[in-house]
């Protein structure tokens, strides 16, 4: 299963991961207060470096829990659009460090069931 992670919550970063079958990869950039002209050439970069299209993503994690107030809504926003567009679940990070960690069971909380039924 691939997720998608997005990490907006820093001002001056944004963090961009795909992790698949326990394999993380990343792209960030350095973005200054402008997460939102970021955030989908990050994940588009990712994608087409790694041969996967956005179909191939299963479920969309972002962290919410501290950070700037307007880059987790940012991130939210986009994580949302995409689980409503893709129809897959949305799920928001309970601890900063679990960005850096792989995907656990019961490590996520639900943020938004985006599935269309």
């Known amino acids: ?18 992790v698949v079958d326990g394999k993380r990869m990343e792209e960030s950039l350095q973005t200054n207060h402008v997460h939102s002209q970021a955030v989908l050439p ?7 470096e790694n041969n996967f299209s956005l179909k191939d993503i299963k479920q969309v994690e972002v962290p919410v829990d501290s950070g700037s107030y307007t ?11 995409l ?5 897959i679940p949305v799920n928001a990070m309970r601890s900063p460090a679990q960005i850096h960690i792989p ?12 599935t269309v039924t």
């Not at 990050?42 to 087409?48: A, G, R, S, V």
């Not at 880059?71 to 659009?81: E, K, L, M, P, Q």
């Not at 689980?83 to 129809?87: H, M, P």
């Open 1 to 18: 299963i691939m997720k998608l992670i997005i990490d907006t919550r820093s001002n001056e970063k944004t963090i961009i991961a795909l």
């Open 42 to 48: 990050l994940i588009e970069k990712l994608l087409k």
């Open 71 to 81: 880059g987790r809504r940012v991130g939210a926003a986009i994580a949302t659009t």
């Open 83 to 87: 689980g409503i567009l893709l129809n």
């Open 103 to 114: 995907y656990e069971k019961d490590t996520w909380t639900s943020l938004l069931s985006c």
